[in-house]
């Protein structure tokens, strides 16, 4: 029985099911940089199986085109700067999209086929998009000029990667809470670790979902 890491039984999907399990996992590793090797070697396995690689073929031509559109509604977006790189306190700070996800969609040529693609990502409609600058959060493979998809809520927990107004600042960072506080904790030895008290203000804007890293040319 052909079943990958997370207990999927490809033998039980139907062609239509298995086609877009290949699919998605096809633009998260170009969009999203996964790896998702075991999960598409299963999924090719089984297509062989049951004689029908030509879809295997056609979802990868497929899911380069969606990757490209999604790529060029991120580059599409106006961006507004909060702040710059602040070298005393050695921040990493994010620019903040004026255009929304839902806007975007919105705007696109084939709207359900950019809501589907959206979708593949687990975007949802009031997400927000931020382009990163700065090194701090490196060690949770955030580098400069990553695009990050954002969910906008209030409550966070423990742990959760944010993007917050931190004393007037937006930045990126790992939010933690214990019996000693709160505190906002980069991914990288050299920044420091801030604790939020009285005289540090915060709002948080959203959990980050995705990272979307930038392609070298």
Do not use: W
């Not at 029908?52 to 085109?65: K, Q």
């Not at 959206?118 to 490196?138: H, P, R």
């Amino acid at each position: 029985m052909a079943l990958s890491r997370l207990n999927i039984d490809y033998e039980a999907k139907t062609i239509s099911e298995l086609y877009k399990l290949l699919k998605s996992a096809l633009i998260e590793e170009q969009i999203e940089k996964k790896n998702n090797s075991r999960k598409l070697t299963s999924i090719y396995e089984e297509l062989s199986r049951r004689g029908r690689l030509d879809l295997y073929e056609d979802a990868v031509n497929s899911a380069l085109s969606e990757s490209m559109r999604i790529r060029e509604l991120m580059e599409g977006a106006v961006v507004r700067n909060f702040r710059r790189f602040d070298a005393e306190t050695k921040f990493d700070l994010v620019e903040k999209l004026e255009r929304k996800i839902s806007e975007s969609e919105r705007n696109a040529g084939n709207t359900e086929e950019m809501r589907k693609i959206l979708e593949t990502l687990g975007l949802k409609e009031k997400s927000f998009i931020c382009e990163v600058t700065g090194e701090s959060m490196v060690d949770a493979n955030i580098f400069e000029g990553d695009i990050l998809i954002v969910e906008p809520r209030k409550r966070i927990r423990s742990g959760e990667l944010v993007v917050l107004r931190f004393n007037e600042t937006v930045l990126v960072k790992r939010y933690k809470k214990n019996n000693d506080g709160e505190f906002l904790v980069s991914e990288n030895s050299e920044y420091p670790i801030f604790k939020i008290d009285d005289e540090n203000k915060y709002e948080i804007l959203g959990a980050v979902t995705t990272v979307i890293h930038k392609v070298i040319s």
